[in-house]
């Protein structure tokens, strides 16, 4: 970024999809800039995780799957929508179902 003259303490807008490298890359080159989140770069990856869904109902019907694929659903809206927050928190549900905290519960 140097070589682009990126002057020291410069606000300069990151792009990416969320991964922690270019979040504190942004923050070690230039505290101050802004991070956008790249919306349809995360919601490409939602249709994997559907996939896994479908995976596990062919393992072991269970109540938690429908909400699983209805929580998928809402996240991709709230994606779309900017609608960060609720977003944030149905991955944060999504993660402690498919982490194996809510099939162990059954």
Do not use: C
Not at 4 to 12: F, K, N, T, Y
Not at 37 to 56: A, E, G
């Amino acid at each position: 970024m140097r070589s682009q003259r990126l002057e020291s303490g410069q606000p300069v807008t990151f792009f990416s999809d969320g991964e922690d490298t270019p979040r504190q890359l942004r923050m070690y080159l230039s505290p101050h800039s802004e991070h956008i989140l790249d919306w349809f770069h995360i919601t490409m990856k939602l249709p994997v995780i559907n996939q896994m869904r479908k995976s596990l109902v062919s393992m072991e019907p269970t109540a938690w799957l429908g909400e699983v694929e209805k929580d998928l659903e809402s996240l991709k809206w709230h994606l779309w929508n900017g609608n960060v927050d609720p977003a944030l928190q149905l991955v944060d549900g999504l993660k402690t179902i498919l982490d194996g905290d809510a099939i162990s519960q059954e």
